[in-house]
């Protein structure tokens, strides 16, 4: 039984959970309540531990304190949705118990525990029992209580986990939602399969070994069935290549600010002698040139991600460089030697006003029009695809202004949005836009010219005005509140609550603009789908403008997914 973990043991603990969190996502997904595609518990907490075991596994730690610093490092800019999130603030707060230790006992590791809790309660507004917040208390609560009597670290672990199941099983009596779905809280439910899986690799009972360590590669993304793998691609051409320095003292800034500015998946790893550029770009022939005025060129691969994904789809094997996989171990044990001393870090933008936006936002359509309304840089994302704290804080660094105002457009990325503040020297304001419509309002609002406090303020006032009707479809059979869903009918939802669930539009729309009435709106708006065509919205619409012909509606491309139509009414 052992009474102390180092370094190695905590990372071995952490590979270990983000195996077993890989191997349950499924069934975390399944928990989720609500029959609206969202971006689900099990593949946000999954893509956020993982950011950090890919990190792990970079190097050795000497100290449990650097180990766990780089988990919460990683975690937070890894972080996606609320679960997401919450699962890093619990690592944050177990980092900071840790610092400056070489290794850690019951008292330590289960205090690390109760520290965590703590720090994921502050950055909750309004913290909610029967979820994920409960079950991580409970279990820390009880870890800390038998390391107290003098329990050891595995029977403390062991009082905790039974804490936290018998938790994890009361959620569905403390969250209405929950109880009558019948079922336990999703985010609960995957901090358990953390918690069980860090107390088996204690144990000696699981390794992570080749199983644990999953390539997210682009080859593994393209060969999932699940996305549109064409608009996973930003740019086209992935490229790496070696130049040897004509100086061993050469600054490479210039060289990254370049970069930066015609790509992205940039990462420039050097030593006296050459140093190795890997980015995504659509002008391989520029970055190329560029480099070559630090060096001469000695080695380089460049392969098209796009083609390969189309190769990929057609059931092929995708073409690549394999004749230069010698180089590929070569360029690999460079990075492996380099301590990543934050020379990869992307290029923050030098503020050249006072005032810049940042927008979430899917859909060719929503995005081109907040950027007419001024948005400085749009962060692809929402429901189904909740972008990481670091998705967001790369475009708040690559906005030209000293004040940034994020608009999170999506109830389930404002904590992630929030995360950047303190990431970045820029002063980030988080304006809690929980739709679309209601960013845009706020943004038809927005005056550079007035001071902070008035901006904030108007911006909030038309957001607060602002309803939002949504149209998708249910993604699996349920009985949600008072309805009987079946896979595939039309949901209408109105500001979050479900006003029923329809086999045809027509009826939909009917209910949906009775239950609009209420608000006597001026101004409706519908933003159209994907998957909707002009015809069809245009029909949607003379069906709003019959029940509401004082009204001022308008129709609005928006090319949005997972949602047919979301319609503002102000």
Same mark, same amino acid.
């Given at each position: 039984?052992?009474?102390?973990?180092?370094?190695?043991?905590?990372?071995?603990?952490?590979?270990?959970? =983000?195996?077993?969190?890989?191997?349950?996502?499924?069934?975390?997904?399944?928990?989720?309540?609500?029959?609206?595609?969202?971006?689900?518990?099990?593949?946000?907490?999954?893509?956020?531990?993982?950011?950090?075991?890919?990190?792990?596994?970079?190097?050795?730690?000497?100290?449990?304190?650097?180990?766990?610093?780089?988990?919460?490092?990683?975690?937070?800019?890894? &972080?996606?949705?609320?679960?997401?999130?919450?699962?890093?603030?619990?690592?944050?707060?177990?980092?900071?118990?840790?610092?400056?230790?070489?290794?850690?006992?019951?008292?330590?590791?289960?205090?690390?525990?109760?520290?965590?809790?703590?720090?994921?309660?502050? &950055?909750?507004?309004?913290?909610?029992?029967?979820?994920?917040?409960?079950?991580?208390?409970?279990?820390?609560?009880?870890?800390?209580?038998?390391?107290?009597?003098?329990?050891?670290?595995?029977?403390?672990?062991?009082?905790?986990?039974?804490?936290?199941?018998?938790?994890?099983?009361?959620?569905?009596?403390?969250?209405?939602?929950?109880?009558?779905?019948?079922?336990?809280?999703?985010?609960?439910?995957?901090?358990?399969?953390?918690?069980?899986?860090?107390?088996?690799?204690?144990?000696?009972?699981?390794?992570?070994?080749?199983?644990?360590?999953? =390539?997210?590669?682009?080859?593994?993304?393209?060969?999932?069935?699940?996305?549109?793998?064409?608009?996973?691609?930003?740019?086209?051409?992935?490229?790496?290549?070696?130049?040897?320095?004509?100086?061993?003292?050469?600054?490479?800034?210039?060289?990254?600010?370049?970069?930066?500015?015609?790509?992205?998946?940039?990462?420039?790893?050097?030593?006296?002698?050459?140093?190795?550029?890997?980015?995504?770009?659509?002008?391989?022939?520029?970055?190329?040139?560029?480099?070559?005025?630090?060096?001469?060129?000695?080695?380089?691969?460049?392969?098209?991600?796009?083609?390969?994904?189309?190769?990929?789809?057609?059931?092929?094997?995708?073409?690549?460089?394999?004749?230069?996989?010698?180089?590929?171990?070569?360029?690999?044990?460079?990075?492996?030697?380099?301590?990543?001393?934050?020379?990869?870090?992307?290029?923050?933008?030098?503020?050249?006003?006072?005032?810049?936006?940042?927008?979430?936002?899917?859909?060719?359509?929503?995005?081109?029009?907040?950027?007419?309304?001024?948005?400085?840089?749009?962060?692809?994302?929402?429901?189904?695809?909740?972008?990481?704290?670091?998705?967001?804080?790369?475009?708040?660094?690559?906005?030209?202004?000293?004040?940034?105002?994020?608009?999170?457009?999506?109830?389930?990325?404002?904590?992630?949005?929030?995360?950047?503040?303190?990431?970045?020297?820029?002063?980030?304001?988080?304006?809690?836009?929980?739709?679309?419509?209601?960013?845009?309002?706020?943004?038809?609002?927005?005056?550079?010219?007035?001071?902070?406090?008035?901006?904030?303020?108007?911006?909030?006032?038309?957001?607060?005005?602002?309803?939002?009707?949504?149209?998708?479809?249910?993604?699996?059979?349920?009985?949600?509140?008072?309805?009987?869903?079946?896979?595939?009918?039309?949901?209408?939802?109105?500001?979050?609550?479900?006003?029923?669930?329809?086999?045809?539009?027509?009826?939909?729309?009917?209910?949906?603009?009775?239950?609009?009435?209420?608000?006597?709106?001026?101004?409706?708006?519908?933003?159209?789908?994907?998957?909707?065509?002009?015809?069809?919205?245009?029909?949607?619409?003379?069906?709003?403008?019959?029940?509401?012909?004082?009204?001022?509606?308008?129709?609005?491309?928006?090319?949005?997914?997972?949602?047919?139509?979301?319609?503002?009414?102000?």
């Amino acid at each position: 039984m052992k009474d102390y973990i180092d370094a190695a043991a905590f990372k071995e603990m952490i590979l270990c959970a =983000d195996a077993a969190l890989h191997k349950n996502i499924q069934a975390i997904n399944d928990l989720n309540v609500f029959p609206v595609p969202d971006g689900d518990t099990g593949t946000n907490m999954g893509l956020t531990i993982n950011n950090a075991a890919t990190e792990l596994r970079k190097k050795d730690f000497d100290t449990i304190s650097a180990a766990a610093d780089c988990v919460a490092s990683a975690m937070l800019r890894g &972080a996606r949705g609320n679960s997401g999130v919450i699962l890093s603030l619990l690592f944050r707060g177990i980092s900071k118990r840790l610092k400056g230790l070489d290794t850690a006992g019951a008292a330590e590791f289960t205090g690390a525990m109760s520290d965590g809790v703590t720090a994921a309660y502050k &950055a909750v507004m309004k913290p909610a029992e029967g979820t994920i917040l409960t079950v991580s208390r409970l279990a820390a609560k009880a870890s800390a209580k038998a390391a107290d009597k003098g329990a050891g670290l595995e029977d403390a672990l062991v009082a905790g986990i039974k804490a936290g199941e018998l938790a994890l099983e009361d959620t569905v009596n403390q969250n209405p939602v929950l109880k009558k779905a019948g079922v336990i809280d999703a985010g609960g439910k995957g901090y358990m399969v953390i918690l069980s899986a860090i107390l088996a690799s204690l144990r000696g009972e699981i390794a992570s070994g080749e199983e644990g360590e999953r =390539d997210y590669s682009e080859s593994d993304i393209f060969s999932s069935s699940e996305v549109d793998l064409m608009e996973s691609i930003t740019f086209a051409f992935d490229t790496v290549y070696v130049v040897r320095k004509s100086d061993p003292d050469v600054d490479l800034d210039p060289l990254r600010k370049y970069l930066s500015s015609i790509g992205d998946s940039l990462v420039i790893s050097d030593d006296d002698e050459i140093f190795k550029v890997h980015v995504h770009t659509d002008m391989p022939g520029n970055a190329l040139n560029e480099s070559q005025k630090y060096g001469t060129l000695e080695l380089a691969k460049i392969e098209n991600m796009v083609t390969q994904a189309e190769q990929l789809k057609a059931g092929k094997k995708a073409q690549t460089t394999d004749d230069l996989e010698a180089i590929d171990q070569e360029l690999t044990a460079m990075e492996s030697a380099s301590a990543l001393t934050g020379e990869e870090e992307d290029y923050v933008a030098e503020p050249e006003k006072e005032y810049g936006i940042v927008a979430v936002c899917a859909g060719d359509g929503m995005a081109d029009l907040f950027r007419e309304l001024g948005a400085d840089n749009i962060v692809t994302g929402g429901q189904t695809m909740n972008p990481s704290t670091d998705d967001i804080l790369k475009a708040v660094q690559h906005t030209p202004s000293s004040t940034v105002f994020v608009f999170p457009n999506n109830k389930n990325i404002i904590m992630a949005a929030e995360q950047c503040i303190g990431l970045t020297e820029k002063k980030v304001i988080v304006m809690p836009s929980r739709t679309v419509p209601q960013g845009i309002s706020a943004l038809l609002n927005f005056d550079p010219n007035v001071s902070e406090e008035s901006l904030v303020g108007a911006m909030g006032e038309a957001m607060g005005n602002v309803h939002t009707a949504m149209v998708t479809y249910a993604a699996r059979d349920s009985d949600f509140d008072g309805h009987t869903i079946h896979a595939g009918e039309y949901l209408a939802l109105l500001d979050g609550s479900l006003i029923g669930s329809y086999t045809n539009t027509r009826t939909l729309f009917k209910e949906l603009s009775w239950a609009i009435d209420d608000f006597h709106p001026e101004f409706i708006t519908v933003y159209y789908g994907e998957d909707v065509n002009e015809e069809e919205a245009n029909a949607a619409a003379e069906t709003i403008i019959g029940n509401f012909p004082d009204a001022e509606v308008s129709v609005v491309n928006g090319g949005q997914p997972v949602y047919y139509y979301m319609i503002s009414a102000e």
